[in-house]
């Protein structure tokens, strides 16, 4: 039987060229590396986990689904589990925050030369991710957001390349920005609602933090039109 894969991790596979080699930070059971394999999708992988409860799970996944010849579990940290001689294309790092996705890229930023592609989704801080990817002279050639569970996830594609983001994209995702799905409008709608309810918790007399929730609820309305 396949393995089924959340709706999340359906959508990051989506993203994984046929044939990579595949290094997925942060495992997570192992789930996607397999499904991928499973379907013929990706030559072999290696799932990464920092924390020994997560790769025994990882390990004991991969092998009653037989697939130990073509998927290496590494107890490592980041990008410590894998080496350039491993011939990594695609890496994986999903379900974090985007500050730490960025702290992963940052300390091992030497390996990344030879890989062809970072899929990334993190939970939150989608623009200071965006920005490190600014900053280390990638560019975001695909984008997606999906709802699960009352959450919603934001998929970033990213390719060696420069790019010039407004702060307006780092904050919203450029091609999220031209799309404006469904999901997108929910979610902003969201942020939104959050926002005023900060708002009216905050004193008159604090000006100054007021106008800076004030300007986040009028962008966000410019972005998505009327909101309720």
Known sequence: METQLSKRLSEVAQFVPKGSVLLDVGSDHAYLPIALLEQGLIERAIAGEVVQGPYQSALKNVQSSNLSDKIEVRLANGLGAFETSDQVTVITICGMGGRLISDILEAGKEKLSAVERLILQPNNREDDLRTWLQENDFQIVSEAIVAENKKYYEIIVAEHGGMSLTSRELRFGSHLLEEKTTIFKQK??????????????IPEEKKAERDVITAKMTEIKEVIGDVS
């Open 188 to 201: 902003w709608q969201r942020e939104w609602e959050k926002l005023a309810y900060a708002y009216s918790s």
